[in-house]
């Protein structure tokens, strides 16, 4: 597609510029920029430094039942945990290494995945990940230590198994690589296990367009399933939870007045798991009548009446904020124009059915996660970051929307405008991507204030590891909703800002309650019902922030 792009005369592109160029430029672009920036980045965001740090940390150490937590999936966990293990690091640095790794892996599945879709447009495929390697928000959590990465590739896996069951449903490969997809993802995020089974519905619907009841799709459903239960049986050994997420068990309780057993947790999943070929196989006698384009619209109906229902008694502030968080979460003008793109193709019918299993995919991540939080968390919003996981799979119809837009334009003004025109904005992308890209690294090391909250930080922690005697570690209250780490001290917190990660620092872990912690850190001194000795403090131009030993 870059050459129909730039071909012209004084535009030909010299003969080493090919897929295979594109796609060692992605690669090699997303290694230096990853390794840099995970060696840069020296404040873990408050989810790391509080839950995901310390539970890789247990891990390495062997310390289950702190490994683990039910409101905490455990493939991150898991991952960073091998890495502290075998580099002997601590968990922030395993972390960062964690989603680096999986960010590195996304540029080859989504040239993969692309590939198989198209494999006359190597090319494209090779832009795609070329566009990934660029895409800000994937290179953000790509050093984070966050679980986003790992997001974005099992849906680009999950998408890379329909592709592959499409291009043969008589090999089992595709099957493989959908359960892996889909088994993985849900043990990474909660939001994805609902989004699991829909991907295997999908699998069981393309299985069955080649004119047989589904039966194959059993193998991935059986991947899924074995992780499911393992997960359950960790939540169940060590937290006597019988569900992968200690929410679902109040969810249970408030809508059936019971909690679930093991037993009716495996019955309920395998039923689920054998309606899914049933609901293929019917599906594609539904397909027969219905357009496929209308399920993409219902799917944008059903988002929009969502939010609508929930934005009832909602103040204007809330509504701008849940809007601004869908504008961000679709990358703004990039998700608009590649929903326009989709639109547009569609409606020319210039999509295989491949392709279309992508942009299914795409859509279902975005609306089962808008959707859960509307209906179970009764809630109008949605974190950005639970959708622009999901952009990377929209490449292909956007790149195919450039195409199209460059030929109107040549055909309307002449193909050296076009040229020129598409150079500009192949300048400008580059380098606004690139700004945006480095906007966060550039604030945390240029940014006066972000250097004064470092030097805060680094000054609180350094106080509490001199006056602290006690022992590294102690047994900690176990809070269904909250994890707890067992590392001392324990620190509580005026407000649970930035600040929060001086515990992680000095060794420690934050009191989720004043009544187990060992210090206070505030502008003032403790609550009336503790009593402490001050023993530092920190001054900035912003504010003055004390530091407590408590008393028992």
């Known amino acids: ?30 290694i230096l920029s990853s390794g840099i920036a995970v060696w840069l980045n020296y404040l873990p965001s408050r989810d790391v430094a509080t839950r ?10 062997g310390n289950w039942y702190y490994a683990f937590h039910p409101r905490v999936p455990p493939l991150q966990v898991i991952c960073g945990g091998v890495i502290a293990w075998i580099l002997r690091c601590n968990g922030f640095v395993a972390l960062k290494i964690a989603s680096a790794l999986w960010f590195t892996g996304s540029i080859l599945l989504c040239f993969a995945l692309f590939n198989a879709a198209a494999k006359e447009r190597k090319m494209s495929a090779a832009l795609a990940a070329l566009c990934l390697a660029f895409y800000p928000y994937a290179f953000h959590m790509g050093y984070s230590g966050l679980r986003e990465s790992a997001k974005t590739f099992l849906l680009l896996l999950t998408a890379y198994g329909l592709v592959k069951i499409y291009n043969c449903v ?26 699991a089974f829909c991907c295997l519905f999908f699998g069981a619907v393309e299985e069955s367009l080649a004119g047989k009841f589904p039966r194959k799709i059993v193998i991935p459903s059986a991947i899924t399933f074995i992780f499911l239960l393992g997960n359950t049986l960790i939540n169940r050994v060590l937290f006597n939870v019988n569900l992968p997420d200690c929410r679902l068990e109040h969810l249970c309780k408030d809508y059936f007045g019971t909690l679930p057993t093991l037993s009716g947790f495996c019955i309920v999943t395998l039923a689920l798991l054998i309606m899914v070929p049933v609901a293929g196989f019917l599906a594609v006698k539904l397909f027969q009548k219905v357009h496929y384009a209308w399920f993409f619209g219902a799917a944008v109906l059903f988002v929009t009446a969502t939010s609508i229902w929930r934005s009832q008694g909602a103040s204007a502030g809330e509504i701008w904020e849940y809007l601004d968080s869908l504008g961000k979460g679709f990358y703004r003008f990039a998700g608009l124009f590649a929903f326009l793109s989709m639109i ?13 299993w992508i942009l299914a995919t795409a859509f279902a991540a975005a609306v089962l996660s808008i959707g859960l939080i509307h209906t179970v968390d009764k809630a109008l919003v949605v974190p950005s970051r639970y959708l622009f996981t999901g952009m990377p799979l929209l490449f292909g119809v956007m790149l195919m929307g450039i195409k199209e837009l460059f030929d109107f334009i040549a055909g309307f ?3 050296l405008p076009a040229q020129i025109l598409s150079i500009l904005l192949i300048c400008g992308a580059i380098f606004g ?6 906007q966060p690294l550039r604030r945390q090391l240029g940014r006066k ?47 649970d800002d930035k600040v929060c990660v001086v515990s992680y620092f000095a060794g420690g872990s934050p009191a989720l309650f ?3 912690a060992d210090y206070y850190i505030g502008i003032s001194g403790p609550p009336e019902n503790r009593k402490g000795v001050l023993i530092g403090k920190v001054v900035t131009q912003e504010l003055t922030l004390l530091v407590w030993r408590l008393e028992k």
């Not at 995901?52 to 150490?61: D, L, S, V």
């Not at 008589?170 to 989004?195: D, H, M």
């Not at 547009?344 to 279309?356: D, K, P």
């Not at 006690?470 to 590392?487: D, Q, T, V």
């Open 344 to 356: 547009y193709l569609i409606c020319r019918n210039r999509l295989n059915r491949a392709e279309l």
């Open 1 to 30: 597609m870059l050459a129909r792009l730039l071909k012209h005369k004084g535009f030909d592109l010299p003969p080493w510029v090919n897929w295979k160029t594109v796609l060692i430029t992605a690669l090699t672009v997303t």
């Open 433 to 438: 991507l690139t700004t945006h890209m480095t």
């Open 52 to 61: 995901y740090a310390p539970m890789a940390e247990a891990f390495a150490e």
């Open 514 to 516: 004043l009544f187990e």
């Open 170 to 195: 008589k090999s089992y490969s595709g099957f493989i690589w959908l359960g892996l997809g889909c088994a993985l993802s849900a043990v990474n995020r909660q939001e994805t296990i609902p989004l």
């Open 413 to 415: 003004a002449g193909r």
């Open 449 to 495: 204030r972000n250097q004064v909250i470092r030097s805060m930080i680094m000054e609180l922690s350094e106080i509490l590891r001199k006056d602290y005697k006690g022992p590294a570690k102690r047994k900690a209250a176990y809070f269904p909703l909250i994890y707890n780490s067992c590392k001392a001290p324990k620190v509580y917190f005026y407000d």
